[in-house]
């Protein structure tokens, strides 16, 4: 009998009930007397809303209840910052003034009996607004320095830093590249659309919600109408995927909410694919100059980052764009200035490699023209600028693979065969290009908490109030647990994903493995000691046997001063293929092979798997995605799938591998788990756009790649 799990490639333990459909998400908790909510949204980018006629609306069939500001009960809106959220700035409140401030905004809410009769009735309120002058258009605004500048763990950054002489290292250096990289806007579109079913028994609520974390919504809503946040639970055993769309909690669930309490009877709003784009975040629009200054021999003398994002008006979102330049390669002198736009939008949000996708488009596709310039290698001027510690935070790394994921993924992608020349490999007549660039994510740890219970017929329940927005949660926990107890996987089940269970930390930033799982591995380590104590038994199943009632532990576990100490962070290498059709201008990628050093792998088959989810939203990233900002209003004209394409099985490559290459850090977490769900992003847009160079001797500096660029 093996309890070795840590390491094996254990299918996922949610599997059936997945394919089955018998696992439930939000939507999918219907309750009894349940009526349903439909969003009326401004149709103005600013202004003030002069009438509001809903007169028809409420005499249409089956309607319940049409709340607008006018109706809807003040609510406290008591001050609520998770580390999600915009740290300047205030949330939106709904329906609580006459005031729009975008496009979409919710500015009533129909309840009716079915979800048919609340939208026909939604359709029938009339709506004038006294508009005032709007920007929605970036090119038209003038960015302003942030208040402040955190990353998605709200760990502060300043939002500019500064080391050397930058402008005279540039101004003296033999070889420079200056240039200008944009990506638009990028909305999440996980399959699953956001909805939360609300019920009230008394002061007390339930919410069946989509969240990346449970505790958060409860506590925000709490916070909203004024409640104790114990008298708040959240239920979210399922997320089907997210992104970063359900960390935050939204205007919808408030909505809800409200909602319920006016109808006296549960309430399940659920947003439509087009509504996504005006409620739940985005990546944000990005334009970004980066000057890099080289001598002859491909030493950096300068980096120089200079980067602006969109931001709502009544919020400060920023995200950590600027991060990589600050300490990937090594260089005396750097500079790097983040500013936002701002912009009559909903705030954008933090989405997969938040900051450091956008940000290493910019820095590796400069790198790549540099390398051009250099008429270098680019791994080759990547291997000379490998800094031998964090030249920013001035720590040692806690480990840094960057080396042996080079090696690595050009060893498999067999990189010494290319041939160097832009436009001198050919497949019949397509072009083919080979790229590359770096990927790096910070190692995130945060405070967890989780309990194990070991039963006297030798099985488990181990608990944390995490989530599973796709990668595995539920799996990897049930390793961990079953390992760190001594039982077999079948006698452990891990649950998640409901307020009533230890905390758990936000299911963002890659932190969850590091942070949740070492929780489970110490309360179970915990319970095992306890019993084997207690039971007076070297054996567990004898032991619990003996004790004949449940033995339980609960642990809290918190990071140590490692932080202060180390430089932590994945790193990772891409290596691209693609062909590009010389009359049609289509690039399809033909083959990706990513490195990572991550760490430990707890599941090498999750692993994988989410590092190909990575890559394929890098092609997204890339080639396809676009949210297309109408500048005269704010509206998104290509809300909805078949006008914002996202990859499909087609636009994937017959070659993925994703390698792990041995990485064993001791000073990250209990565990040595780094974790993987952003790094897999990052890296993936300029390895593309750079074998798009390679392949066409065309430079894409905004994305995405399409078509129209290339001819
Ligand atoms: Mo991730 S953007 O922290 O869900």
């Not at 508009?131 to 709200?154: C, F, H, L, N, Y």
């Not at 983040?338 to 705030?347: G, I, P």
Request: aromatic share 6%; net charge neutral; proline share 7%.
């Amino acid at each position: 009998m093996t309890t070795a799990f840590i390491g094996q490639p254990v299918s996922r333990v949610d599997g059936r009930q997945k394919v089955t459909g018998a696992a439930r998400y939000a939507a999918e908790f219907d309750l009894p007397r349940q009526a349903h909510g439909a969003i009326v949204r401004s149709t103005v980018a600013n202004g003030r809303i002069a009438s509001i006629d809903s007169a028809a609306a409420e005499r249409g069939p089956g309607v319940v209840a049409v709340l607008t500001h006018r109706n809807a009960p003040r609510l406290p809106y008591s001050p609520h910052k998770g580390a999600v959220d915009p740290q300047v700035g205030e949330r939106l409140h709904v329906l609580q003034d006459d005031r729009v401030s975008h496009q979409g905004q919710p500015i009533a809410l129909v309840i009716a009996d079915t979800v048919e009769q609340a939208r026909h009735a939604a359709a029938l309120v009339r709506v004038t607004y006294t508009p005032e002058s709007w920007t929605t258009d970036i090119t038209r605004v003038a960015p302003v320095q942030p208040t402040q500048q955190k990353t998605d763990q709200g760990e502060v950054r300043p939002p500019a830093t500064r080391r050397g002489d930058p402008e005279g290292a540039l101004a003296s250096a033999e070889v420079k590249v200056e240039q200008t990289y944009i990506h638009p806007r990028e909305n999440h579109n996980p399959i699953e659309m956001h909805a939360t079913i609300a019920a009230w028994d008394g002061d007390r609520l339930t919410l069946w919600d989509k969240t990346q974390w449970v505790h958060n919504t409860a506590e925000e809503i709490a916070a909203v109408f004024g409640i104790p946040a114990q008298n708040v639970r959240v239920i979210s055993p399922f997320v089907g995927g997210a992104f970063g769309s359900s960390l935050r909690t939204w205007p919808h669930v408030t909505l809800a909410a409200l909602g319920a309490r006016a109808a006296g009877r549960p309430v399940k709003v659920m947003l439509s694919r087009r509504e996504m784009y005006y409620g739940v975040g985005y990546r944000p629009h990005t334009v970004q100059q980066v000057a890099l200054g080289a001598s002859r021999d491909g030493r950096l003398a300068a980096i120089m980052h200079d980067g602006y994002q969109e931001t709502s008006t009544y919020e400060e979102f920023s995200e950590a764009l600027l991060n990589a330049s600050r300490f990937l390669y090594s260089c005396p002198n750097v500079d790097t200035r983040h500013r936002l736009a701002r912009m009559n939008v909903h705030t954008p949000t933090y989405m997969r490699a938040p900051g450091e996708a956008s940000g290493v488009f910019a820095l590796e596709s400069a790198m790549d023209e540099l390398a051009v310039a250099l008429n270098m290698d680019p791994v080759e001027l990547r291997l000379l600028n490998e800094p031998e510690r964090d030249e920013f935070k001035k720590l040692p790394f806690s480990s840094r693979s960057t080396r042996a994921c080079y090696r690595a993924a050009a060893e498999r992608f067999g990189w010494s065969r290319r041939s160097a020349q832009p436009r001198s490999m050919r497949d019949g007549r397509l072009l083919i290009g080979w790229g590359m660039a770096t990927a790096t994510y910070p190692m995130n740890f945060a405070p967890a908490s989780a309990m194990a219970r070991l039963l006297p017929d030798g099985t488990a329940e181990v608990t944390s109030a995490a989530s599973d927005m796709g990668p595995g949660t539920w799996t990897s926990m049930t390793q961990v647990a079953a390992e760190a107890l001594g039982l077999p996987i079948e006698r452990v089940k891990f649950v998640l994903g409901d307020t009533r269970l230890p905390n758990a930390p936000v299911h963002g930033g890659s932190l969850t493995m590091a942070s949740v799982g070492s929780a489970v591995q110490a309360a179970c380590r915990k319970a095992r000691e306890d019993a084997l104590a207690r039971g007076g038994a070297n054996d567990l199943l004898e032991a619990v046997r003996r004790i004949g009632q449940p033995v339980e532990a609960s642990v809290d576990t918190n990071p140590g001063d490692e932080s202060q100490r180390f430089s932590m962070h994945a790193f990772g290498a891409v290596f691209v293929e693609v062909a590009v059709d010389p009359d049609l201008g289509e690039t399809r990628v033909r083959s990706m092979v990513g490195a990572y050093g991550a760490g430990r792998i707890v599941n090498p088959k999750l692993t994988r798997s989410q590092c190909i989810g990575g890559m394929i939203g890098g092609i997204g990233m890339a080639l396809m995605e676009h949210a297309v900002l109408d500048a005269r209003n704010g509206r998104v004209p290509n809300a909805n799938l078949a006008e914002y394409p996202v990859p499909v099985h087609a636009d994937t490559p017959p070659v993925m591998e994703a390698i792990f290459v041995e990485e064993h850090d001791l000073h990250v977490n209990p565990l040595g788990v780094k974790g993987v769900g952003e790094i897999a992003m990052v890296g993936v847009a300029p390895a593309i756009t750079n074998a798009i160079f390679h392949a066409t001797g065309k430079r894409i500096r905004e994305l995405p790649a399409t078509p129209d660029k290339l001819l």
